[in-house]
Nanobody
């Protein structure tokens, strides 16, 4: 059974930083591309960042480029999202996702596996 478990969310002031983690079980992360999505209240789930199986390629939504960094440690079956210069608009539930295809990890309707999400709240 595949499980993706996110952690690291919380409440932070604008301008602050958080690091999210997502640990996978039931699959070998070295065979899956990984991604982060987010969903704010009343909005659809949207793509944030993706990383290829090897970690050599990354892709970001324009809204987070230059502020967020996705990385992975395949030995630990874990993917990270370092979030800097957080803004109130970044407030959302953040979801980890996994798919064998790096391209599909950018598409909310095509990803194979999802975590349960972790809340990030940025106060002004």
């Amino acid at each position: 059974q595949v499980q993706l478990v996110e952690s690291g969310g919380g409440l932070v002031q604008a301008g602050g930083s958080l690091r999210l983690s997502c640990t996978a079980s039931g699959l070998s992360s070295s065979s899956y591309a990984m991604a982060w999505f987010r969903q704010a209240p009343g909005k659809e789930r949207s793509f944030v960042a993706a990383i290829s199986v090897s970690g050599g390629s990354t892709y970001y939504a324009d809204s987070v480029k230059g502020r967020f960094t996705i990385s992975r440690d395949n030995a630990k079956n874990t993917v990270y999202l370092q979030m800097n210069s957080l803004q109130p608009a970044d407030t959302a539930v953040y979801y980890c996702a996994a798919d064998p295809s790096y391209i599909r990890t950018r598409r909310v309707n095509e990803v194979d596996y999802w975590g349960q999400g972790t809340q990030v709240t940025v106060s002004s």
